[in-house]
């Protein structure tokens, strides 16, 4: 290198590549450093552990770690750093048992990092014992402000705000950094009014928040859909002078974005001049929240054009969107656009690819792609199986449970969720019954109240009512909505409404504002033609101001989301709609069709009924579907509610008259309909 270097000289180098994550540089300074016999230098090898691991490579770090001559307090605490920066929870906790052993006494920035290591972990027994640790090897008789705020940041994290507060209240000088902590810890945990008494007795004993602060309390508040203390943050750091920097300005679009308020998000997106990959980001995830694919579209071009590549944050909330709606094309596009520009599948991207071709019926490809990856984890295997269960391949989504099984990946309470969904699809009671005792005594999972609800969808859809009730009320758990819920549609299907009335009242007393549970029993009296009943339920959600949520039936078009409600007029193309449904019917009625007027909850003539199924939001969709794409391509439409059972029959009839593959996604599952027939087989 020309110049004499010494211990001094290449720490300083390390540091700046561990900062800027320039491996290659890094190794060769390693190299020079070996060649210059200053291998056993202790500040030259922490400073090797340190670049390594923020560079990702721990197994380089733990090498150095394990062949150094001699180990200082700073060795340790830069190898737990390093694994706790790398979310390698379980390698730091043997080095901390083997540091113990050692007897090594942690200095005051090692104990940080243990401590923040047992907040990640989440386990306040852990925690607990952690605590005791640090009181044991501190060495001052009372803890430093900054190991205590650490402690209280730790005890947030494991959802145990008292003894966060208790340690709080007990520190005689509380730094900005420990107000921070605990006011985010009051936001974490929902006491939202509480955080604000904190963060204005924090004003009044003049220690003011920084950018840090505010940067934390924000996040926090769109964690929690805390909309109003976000706003009022956002006010707090206008009013106050604070320059609004880009890590700011992101934090405000995520949490309006969380909060559901894409306007206010991108009103700070567009203030903001020069933007970053993260702030792109922030926005499109924003829209995509929203279910706003037009705007997160449209938004993404922008982006591109702007110069600023989009990383895998980008592009996995632009796949789950087109996820959710149903947006097979842009989905499409946006994979070749990932395979184009190489952007790194990982594990995330790659669970959101096969979540996104699952959610727009396309299971073949999801199972492709799942199939081709090399590293699985619980969630991409637990994708997998709930993307089959909402195709109604029960018995798939078992057979990739035992396989699962076999690969050694151990399943957790969202697997068997998934699981009992397959078998309620399918109809496989006796195999729903096995899984959930296989979750119980295979697994000691503790079934929580969404296994329950599961099961009681099972019974009640295969007509075993009364089984399903005898669950409930065997439950060690307080019945939900979802249990409840589970059986008050179980009974409309099967037409049971006196037990019907039992769920009902329950459902009411638990959310007396929902007015779904009164919509579903004044259907479940309109198909008994109990009208009195029906306008009793009525005038109690009219006197209680409750609407029923509107059908909304979406279909993509040339990468274009469009919307139709029922009797939608609001279309550019409304005529051609109107006009493809009159030829619908004609063809419907030619092919004997009946309307199925039962569907209809409404005291009215049987002509008036069929004229109002006619224009249910599927077929609207459906009729704008067949005007605007090509002959023999399937039409893929995605509904908010369960589909009627008229307009079931009525696009089994379609998908033959017109040769078409007709895929749609309702509120529960897939229907295929091919040649006149439905892939759920009318169980649904």
Known sequence: MGTQVDH?????????????????????????????????????????????????????????????????????????????????????????REMHFLQVKPSEVAMISMIGLFADIADVKMAKAMHC?????????????????????????????????????GLAEKSVVSWTA?????????????????????????????EITVLSLIIESGNVGALELG?????????????????????LVDMYGKCG???????????????????????????????????????????????????????????????????LDLGKWVHSYINQQRIDVDVILRTALVDMYAKCGEIDVALRLFS??????????????TGLAMHGCGKQALELFEEMQRQGVKPNDITFIGLLHACSHAGLVADGKKIFK???????????????????????????????????????????????????????????????????????????QNCGYNVLMSNIYAASNKWVDVAGVRKAMKDQGTKKEPGLSSIEVNGAVHDFMMGDKTHPQTRKIYEMLAEMNKKLKEARYTPNTSVVLQNIDEEEKESALNYHSEKLAMAFGLISTAACTPIRIVKNLRVCDDCHTATKLLSKIYSRVMIVRDRNRFHHFIDGSCSCGDYW
């Open 261 to 327: 308020e894409a306007e206010y998000a991108r009103a700070v997106f567009d203030s903001i001049e020069e933007k970053d990959v993260m702030i792109w980001s922030a926005m499109i995830s924003a829209y995509s929240r929203a279910n706003q694919t037009n705007q997160a579209s449209e938004l993404f071009a922008r982006m591109k054009d702007s110069g600023v590549r989009p990383n895998q944050v980008t592009m996995v909330s632009l796949i789950s969107l087109c996820g959710e709606v149903g947006a």
């Open 182 to 210: 605990m006011i985010a810890g009051c936001i974490r945990c929902n006491e939202v009014e509480e955080g604000v008494k904190l963060f204005k007795r924090m004003l009044e004993e003049r220690k003011f928040p920084n």
């Open 372 to 385: 081709e990856a090399i590293n699985r984890d619980s969630q991409m295997w637990n994708v997998m199986i």
């Open 8 to 96: 001094f000289t290449i720490p300083s180098v390390l540091k700046a590549c561990g900062q800027s994550s320039v491996e290659m540089l890094g190794r060769e300074i390693h190299g020079f450093a070996l060649k210059g016999g200053l291998d056993c230098d202790a500040f030259v090898c922490n400073a090797l552990i340190k670049m390594y691991g923020e560079c990702g490579r721990l197994e380089l770090a733990r090498l150095v770690f394990d062949v150094m001559c001699e180990r200082d307090v700073v060795s340790w605490s830069t190898m737990i750093n390093g694994y706790v920066r790398n979310r390698g929870f379980g390698e730091a906790l043997e080095i901390i």
């Open 231 to 251: 706003k009022w943050l956002h006010a707090y750091v206008l009013r106050n002078g604070f320059v609004m920097s880009l890590a700011l300005a992101t934090a």
């Open 438 to 512: 296989k979750m119980v005594h295979d697994f000691s999972l503790a079934p929580k109240v969404e296994h329950y609800g599961c099961m009681v969808d099972l019974l009640g859809r295969a007509g075993k009512l009364d089984e399903a009730h005898k669950l409930i009320k065997s439950m060690p758990l307080e019945p939900n909505t979802i249990v409840w819920g589970s059986l008050l549609a179980a009974c409309k299907t099967h037409k049971s409404p006196n037990l019907a009335e039992v769920a009902a009242r329950q459902l009411l007393k638990l959310e007396p």
């Open 133 to 169: 640790y640090v009181v044991r090897n501190s060495a001052n008789e009372k803890l430093v402000v900054p190991v205590t705020t650490a402690l209280v940041d730790m005890y947030v994290k494991c959802g145990n705000l008292g003894y966060a507060r208790r340690l709080f209240d």
